[in-house]
């Protein structure tokens, strides 16, 4: 059996979305104001829902010999 499994899908919801501009010179205080904000708007939801249309990639290959005597109790 041979499995191969994706990496994890990073999440960008208001908070991660407001660090960026803490990159261009924003103020923490200020950020944590913006994040709060834009938490209690649309926004979440719209990031939320985005992230359930994302998958992870998973794959599973099962072989001949992997189930080769299965029947058998011993």
Known sequence: MKVKMGPYKNWIGPYQLVDLLQKVGVSEDRCGKLGKWLAD???S???????NKRVRDIQVRI???DTWSMDSRF
């Open 45 to 51: 939801t719209f990031c939320n829902w985005i992230d």
């Open 41 to 43: 708007t649309q926004l």
């Open 63 to 65: 072989d001949k010999y």
